[in-house]
């Protein structure tokens, strides 16, 4: 057992001990026999923890050999263990009160070995894998409104493609038609209506243009291997092997590698269905590969894929049907009405006034353009107004075109107390021209720095429902993964088109360089130098990844304004810390930090 396995299984065992110890504690008796057996956990606790110091150190592949020749040996820890474990069995007899207690306690082979390799599958499923398209799916599904997209399953088109009739269905849609989140219900309902047939699998693929860098071929096609072996018991030993091969090496499986062991996955089944979202977001290499591995006619696999408008020849694949997708008024009006059943002033207005209600409808369904956020922005703009009467008007100036109906959102934010608007607006910053998405968590922590500040003031975070309000419904909660996100992604084409914020880089640049000048890592340098990984975990640290990653990214695309703060910053005298370059080379994503060498630093970055 190598690297992270024995790792691992090292954790593992000392879960189980530690856990052991607690229950033989609850057992209501002092007799020998509890001593005894209680003596004997403790003892593998000891050996365990030994083991696991040992694990965690450094070595190379020869000085590991030796390790785990002296680990098995005569004499060895893992033999003392045993022999620990073979007392704590032995006074376990008939007369024994807790028998049946401390029997399921250090049932090793039925519970703790079961866990063991759960935990190992689990890891290599994830090494393989880094991107969560379960955790995309839940996230997408969350904005249903309920009986929307009813008709997508009633369609010819959808129901000769889940019969098999066609291998490959595209459904094509303008930019907030709702495709996404259809891609999603599909999923749910096929998975839901075969979920007790184990020779059908349901894959689900989502897309995203903010994500491109994470979003290559060989990422997503082990996306889609994860979600084929995810329920699996065991993973097949030519996927092990892989791992085992590539572990070894410290590399990356190939494209050509994941599509090998995709394929022995599907052939296993009668029947796989890959519902692949947002295709026209993937660069044109990628939508390529994707599209002639999954429509490969030897597979047993019908293949769905939502996209905007774009030609055939684009696909490099043979369409066998295409559904043209929509947000139908029907849906609209469902998603209108539950708009207005949930907003207090427009419910209260609605149900003192006749014909209001259809007149919304009537109204904001004409301007929609039968897309879902247009009609979410113009709920938005009858939920401000304080009388029936400015509802009225505000229904007969709605705007059609896009960016007409994005600069009245924007009016409205601007139109807000100024301190509400600039809240608003370092959001809109920090959400359209962040590298990665941040938890809400941390979005306040950097909203709440300043600059010149040595600490962190936590009565300066603004809470999550004034962050949504400010924002007039242009910014919105991803509920399983607690992040915020544009409206739209065409707002922000919008926003960066129209340069709307044209000192975004160097304001995040400004508050990393801040936060990384704080007190608090000062002082964590005394104690550990090199190393403020613990820091990381923190609550009052949760900016620190980030910014330690990507500060000197954003002063680079700030285009030189704060060059004098940047300085300051790098110039030797107060202490600061940065993610070490020598880390950044070796992938290994660990929160190693520094002190700040100056302008060899700069240097690196590329900061002249």
């Not at 049946?100 to 393989?128: C, G, H, M, Y």
């Not at 409205?412 to 301190?419: N, W």
Request: hydrophobic share 35%; proline share 3%; with cysteine.
């Amino acid at each position: 057992m190598e690297g992270v396995g024995l790792a691992a299984a090292v954790v593992t065992l000392l879960e189980f001990f530690t856990h052991s110890i607690g229950l033989i504690d609850n057992i209501k008796s002092n007799n020998n026999d509890k001593k005894a057996l209680h003596q004997a956990a403790l003892g593998s606790r000891a050996i365990i923890t030994l083991l696991k110091a040992r694990t965690d150190e450094p070595s190379n592949g020869s000085s590991r050999r030796k390790a785990m020749q002296t680990l098995e040996g005569p004499g060895g820890p893992l033999e003392e263990m045993h022999n620990a474990i073979q007392e704590a069995v032995t006074v376990l007899t008939p007369s024994s009160s807790y028998k049946r207690k401390a029997t399921r306690v250090i049932d090793w082979p039925n519970n703790a070995k079961a866990k063991l390799s759960e935990r190992l599958q689990r890891e290599t499923i994830n090494w393989f894998s880094p991107l969560n398209f379960n955790q995309s799916h839940k996230e997408i599904l969350a904005r249903h409104c309920e009986g929307t997209g009813d008709w997508l399953f009633q369609s010819a088109e959808f129901n000769e493609w889940a019969s098999g009739k066609s291998k490959t269905l595209w459904c094509t849609g303008i930019p907030g038609a709702g495709k996404s989140v259809l891609a999603a219900l599909i999923q749910d309902h096929l998975q839901r209506k075969f979920k007790t047939d184990p020779q059908v699998r349901v894959v689900g693929i989502y897309l995203d243009i903010r994500k491109e860098e994470t979003y290559t071929s060989e990422n997503i096609l082990a996306g889609i291997w994860s979600q084929l072996v995810q329920d699996q018991d065991s993973l097949r030993e030519t996927a092990m092997a892989l791992y085992r091969h590539h572990q070894e090496r410290r590399t990356r499986p190939s494209e050509r590698e994941i599509i090998s062991i995709i394929k022995e996955e599907l052939h296993m089944y009668d029947q796989t269905y890959i519902i692949l979202d947002a295709l026209d977001e993937a660069s044109e290499t990628r939508r390529s590969t994707l599209c002639s591995q999954l429509t490969d006619s030897t597979l047993p696999v019908s293949l769905l894929m939502t996209s905007r408008h774009i030609t055939v020849a684009k696909l490099n694949t043979t369409v066998t049907s295409q559904l043209e997708t929509r947000a139908s008024d029907e849906d609209l009006r469902k998603y209108i009405r539950r708009q207005i059943s949930t907003n207090e002033t427009l419910h209260g207005f609605v149900a003192t006034t006749a014909r209001l209600e259809n007149s919304i409808l009537s109204g904001v369904v004409s301007k929609a353009g039968a897309m879902f956020f247009a009609a979410a922005l113009h709920m938005e703009t009858l939920s401000r107004q304080t009388s029936i009467k400015g509802v009225r008007n505000a229904l007969k100036n709605l705007p059609i075109e896009l960016d007409h109906i994005y600069d009245q959102a924007l009016n409205r934010v601007a139109s807000q107390p100024p301190e509400h608007r600039r809240l608003a607006e370092h959001i809109f910053t920090w959400v359209t021209y962040c590298y990665r998405p941040l938890s809400i968590s941390t979005l306040q922590q950097a909203l709440a720095i300043e600059p010149g500040h040595k600490e962190l003031d936590d009565e300066a975070k603004p809470d999550k429902a004034t962050m949504l309000r400010v924002c007039q419904g242009l910014v919105v909660t991803d509920y399983h993964s607690e992040t915020l996100r544009l409206v739209h992604y065409t707002f922000e084409n919008n926003l960066v088109r129209k340069e709307r914020l044209p000192n975004a880089h160097a304001e995040i640049a400004r508050t990393c360089m801040t936060y990384l000048a704080f007190d608090l890592f000062q002082a964590s340098y005394q104690e550990e130098p090199y190393s403020l990984s613990l820091l990381v975990c923190s609550s009052r640290c949760l900016l620190l990844r980030y910014a330690s990653h990507f500060w000197a990214s954003h002063v680079l695309a700030s285009h030189e304004i704060i060059r004098d703060e940047v300085y300051a910053f790098l110039n030797p005298g107060p202490r600061v810390y940065l993610k070490s370059p020598e880390n950044f080379a070796d992938g290994s994503g660990k929160i190693w930090l520094r002190r700040n060498q100056g302008f060899s630093t700069a240097a690196f970055y590329g900061l002249h």
